[in-house]
């Protein structure tokens, strides 16, 4: 049995840890991507790897998520929108998930194909 002694917290902390978990389970996909680029700025997100061409890429959070506001404003410019169904055919990449995130930030459902 695990005993562990929590008399030397702070209940204030607790509540606020709770609270914050909380939140973080009730938050969109798009949303943690959001938080994330806000608080992670300008550390690594995504790595692509090719190893037959010795290549390796990769994406801050903050480019991660402006990439995904960029398509999200196109595809609305184009008249998508929320409920609309888009099919996603892309080969394994480092730009197929910011576009992922952009399509479902304006709420369309994606329909990935590979």
């Given at each position: 049995m695990l005993n562990i002694d929590f008399s030397s917290l702070n209940p204030s902390y607790l509540a606020k840890?709770?609270?914050e978990r909380i939140?973080?389970?009730l938050m969109t996909i798009t949303e943690i991507?959001?938080?994330n680029a806000r608080i992670y700025k300008d550390r690594i997100a995504l790595i692509e790897r090719v190893p037959e061409l010795a290549a390796r890429r990769s994406l801050t959070w903050e480019d991660f998520y402006s990439?995904?506001?960029?398509?999200a404003n196109s595809l609305e410019g184009y008249g998508i929108r929320k409920g609309d169904k888009i099919i996603q055919l892309m080969t394994n990449?480092?730009?197929?998930?910011?576009?992922?995130?952009?399509i479902l930030s304006i709420g369309a459902w994606v329909v990935p194909l590979n």
């Open positions: 840890t709770f609270i939140l973080h389970l991507l959001a938080k990439a995904s506001n960029k398509l990449s480092l730009e197929w998930l910011p576009i992922y995130f952009g």
